[in-house]
Every structure is written in C-alpha cells, then in structure tokens.
C-alpha cells in the first residue's frame, strides 16, 4: 500500500510562482518513479513531469519545459515541483503519481500505479 500526499497549491496571479510537493508513505521501495499529471475542467488528465529516483531521469511536457522544474529526495521518496512564470493556462488539479514505469509510459497514467488525492492550482488575476 502507497499513500501520496500533495500539498502547496493555491491561487497566484499571471507570472507568479508555486511549489507543490507530494509525500510518500506506506510501501516505498515498491516503486521507482514518481511524476505530476494535471487535469483541467472538462479535460482529460494530462503529464506535467516525471523523475526516477535511481538514474537522475527527468521528463517534461513540452508546455511546462522551461518553466517548470522536478525534483526529489530519493531517501523518503518525495518529488517536488516548482512552478515559475504560471500562466492561466496552467489551471488544474494536479496530481502526483508514483510507480514502476518503463521509458515508453514515463509520460502516461498508464506508467503509475499510485496517485493523490490532488491539489488545486489557480492562475487569475
């Protein structure tokens, strides 16, 4: 059994910066990979980034690279994600995720086994 926990969302304004973070308990050594994936009103669940904790991958949707930067601590299986330079666009609840995926589903909710319960996240001024 695997529980996340996301926390750090809220409302900014255009240009402005967010950190979420999502924690990990239960059975951690049974996955190797974690990852945020976002999901908009009225739209499908979508990746945002991923990372492995053994390997140093990283991964990004081309709409967040640049901006928006992965991050982990490989000793309590936690993930980070700074968000700068947030856009409206960039509304949703975003979720963190964690499994064993290989290269070919970094990218997709297919690749995880686990998921949180979402943390909201507003861009408006």
């Known amino acids: 059994q695997v529980d996340l926990m996301e926390s750090g969302g809220g409302l900014v304004q255009p240009g402005g910066s967010l950190r979420l973070s999502c924690a990990a308990s239960g059975s951690i050594s049974s996955f190797n990979a974690m990852a945020w994936f976002r999901q908009a009103p009225g739209k499908e669940r979508e990746f945002v980034a991923s990372?492995?904790?053994?390997?140093?991958?990283?991964y990004y949707a081309d709409s967040v690279r640049g901006r928006f930067s992965i991050s982990r601590d490989r000793a309590t299986r936690a993930i980070y994600l700074q968000m700068n330079n947030l856009e409206p666009e960039d509304t949703a609840v975003y979720y963190c995720?964690?499994?064993?995926?290989?290269?070919?589903?970094?990218?997709?909710?297919?690749?995880?086994?686990?998921w949180g319960q979402g943390t909201q996240v507003a861009v408006s001024s």
């Open positions: 995720a964690a499994g064993r995926p290989i290269l070919s589903t970094m990218r997709t909710t297919g690749g995880y086994a686990h």
């Open positions: 990372a492995r904790f053994m390997g140093g991958g990283t």
